[in-house]
């Protein structure tokens, strides 16, 4: 049983999500989602539209993810690991070069950066929609 671990927030689920996703589960037979938290994100300087426990269902209705588990911080990532027996942890290429995957991770499992979806991104869809951050409405 192949099992791979991916990251991340997830908001406004779109396509570019769900092809990560897709292919993260091609590259085993397990997918874990480590999905940031609320108070993650906000350290994140992110502000989720959606909050953890609706993102969550929606990652859970997915038939390519089979567990749902929060992402608290950035140093949980080789606990993780250890403690979920990943072989492989998957993030988009804009993770390609960052020390909080590559070092973090380095000799603990393989680390594979897919291509991104180009053309869609959770801010581009609040700014064509014009959705008031939390914090306006
Ligand atoms: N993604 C993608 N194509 C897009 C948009 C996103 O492949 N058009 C990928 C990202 O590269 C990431 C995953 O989908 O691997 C989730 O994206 P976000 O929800 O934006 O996650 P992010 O804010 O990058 O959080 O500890 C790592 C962070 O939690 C990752």
Known sequence: ???????????????????????????????????????????????AYHNFEVRRKMLEAIRYVD????????????DDVRRYEVDVVVMGSDWQADERFTAALQGLCE?????????VSTSEIKSRLKLPEPDEV
């Open 67 to 78: 567990l749902v588990i929060p992402e608290l911080n950035w140093e949980q990532k080789a």
């Open 111 to 119: 680390l594979t950066f897919l291509p991104r979806t180009p053309g």
């Open 1 to 47: 049983m192949r099992r791979v671990l991916t990251y991340g927030t997830f908001d406004l689920l779109h396509y570019g999500h769900i092809e990560l996703l897709r292919r993260a589960r091609a590259l085993g037979d397990y997918l874990i989602v480590a999905l940031s938290t609320d108070e993650f994100n906000a350290g994140k300087g992110k502000s």
